[in-house]
């Protein structure tokens, strides 16, 4: 492992134990030194004159000097080798969570995101760290396999349509007699559904970006703009379309939130019953938030399938597949724009049969709408 040239954090906690280990022990020394002062007298007179001083005083302190000093010393001396070893020993374990979060780090840096640090014992700041990390690598690993297969999906589905482009161009060419007419018409339909998948697939991104202004907008203006819209597919479907609620004002990309108003609609006239089907759309507000409900009749569907439908292609049940055969990127559409303006997408089945569908995004007041317009 190289290291930039500098104390490495296990040495510098080393010096640290082993400084204030010193510190504490000069500290503690000095304290019985001045002790010793308080009650052990300059000079003393000896009990016998006749040992060594001519004048029969002896120089008590300076003995004790003499004696204490190469003691401490090497109190001193232990007390560093002391530091210096257990400190190491120490600022090591301390440090070894830390070890294996580089580690981790390492690994998934070079592109292994399925390693997680998993570390064990008590929940302190190691562990806090190592956890939060684990998450990040989950989260992490989730997006990267969706965007792989996404881009599996989204290239399966682009080869489809030049694929039947090139078996139509291939009949026209071995088969001269082959109704020119008709195959222009047949290659005029794919290239359509091409325009569209690649359409649906730059606006799913354009969304994903957050790169959109916004502006105020009411929701319930803009669904009744998608729902006129489509009145004609829905009158040919044979389905009613009932539109009612309150002023909604939000803040958002016009043109995104009109593209998701219609696409639940559209989607609420397509997949629904053969005959006499019925689509609700309503608007409402809340203290912090406006709901767009779009809800329809249609088949019975199982919750399960219903929690994966706003996954891009996925694209529901074969029979209803039969019926409107499209991309299966229009509720994934609307996710991510739902996401994109900070809001919640709600898919739950109706019991009779069919889906409602609830977008909810933040509110705005429509008195600071209107300091703002007027401003
Ligand atoms: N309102 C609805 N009622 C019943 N089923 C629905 C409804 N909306 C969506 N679905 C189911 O969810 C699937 C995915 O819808 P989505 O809008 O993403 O794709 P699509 O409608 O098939 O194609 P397109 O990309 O053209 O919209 C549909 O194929 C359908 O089975
Ligand atoms: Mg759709």
């Keep these: 492992m190289d290291r930039a040239p500098g104390l490495s954090v296990r040495l510098k906690l080393t010096l640290s134990y082993a400084g204030f280990l010193m510190l504490a022990g000069a500290l503690l020394l000095g304290a019985v030194w001045v002790f010793l002062l308080r009650y052990v007298p300059d000079r003393a007179m000896l009990k016998n004159p ?14 004790l000097l003499d004696v204490f000093a190469p ?6 001396a232990f007390l560093l080798v002391f530091g210096l070893v ?18 981790a780090t390492r690994l998934a ?16 700041e190691f562990r ?3 956890d939060a990390f684990d998450a990040m690598l989950a989260r992490l690993e989730a997006h990267v396999a969706e965007q792989r297969r996404f881009a599996a999906n989204a290239s399966h589905e682009l080869r489809t349509p030049l694929a039947i482009s090139k078996a139509l161009l291939d009949v026209a060419r071995t088969d001269p007699k082959h109704d020119a007419g008709e195959v222009i018409d047949r290659l005029h339909a794919v290239n359509t559904r091409a325009i569209d998948l690649t359409e649906a697939l730059l606006l799913l991104s354009r969304a994903d970006q957050r790169s959109f202004t916004r502006e ?3 929701l319930s203006l803009l669904a009744e703009e998608a729902t006129e819209t489509l009145l004609p597919l829905a009158e040919k479907r044979g ?3 009932d539109t009612s609620g309150d002023i909604t004002p939000t803040i958002g990309s016009h043109a995104l939130l009109l593209q998701l108003t219609t696409n639940l609609v559209h989607n609420a006239i397509v997949h629904n019953l053969p005959e006499q089907g019925a689509v609700w759309v309503k608007t409402s507000i809340r203290p912090k938030t406006v709901e767009l409900t779009v809800e329809n009749t249609g088949e019975k569907l199982a919750p399960q399938l219903v929690s994966t439908l706003t996954e891009p292609f996925q694209r529901g049940t074969e029979r209803m597949h039969t ?23 709600t898919l739950t089945p109706r019991p009779a049969g069919g889906i409602r569908i609830t977008v909810e995004l933040p509110a705005t007041s429509p008195h600071i709408d209107g300091e703002k317009s007027g401003s």
């Design 71 to 76: 003691r401490a010393a090497a109190v001193m």
């Design 109 to 124: 840096t070079s592109g292994s995101l399925s390693h997680r640090i998993q570390l064990p014992g008590h929940k302190d």
């Design 216 to 218: 105020p907008i009411d």
């Design 239 to 241: 389905v009613t379309i």
């Design 323 to 345: 019926s409107h055969a499209g991309v299966g990127l229009g509720l994934a559409i609307v996710k991510t724009i739902t996401q994109a303006h900070d809001g919640t997408l």
């Design 128 to 130: 806090e760290l190592a």
């Design 86 to 103: 257990g400190g190491w020993i120490l600022a090591g374990r301390m440090l070894a969570p830390l070890t294996r979060i580089t580690d």
């Design 50 to 63: 006749d040992d060594k001083p001519a004048n029969g005083v002896f120089p008590v302190r300076s003995v």
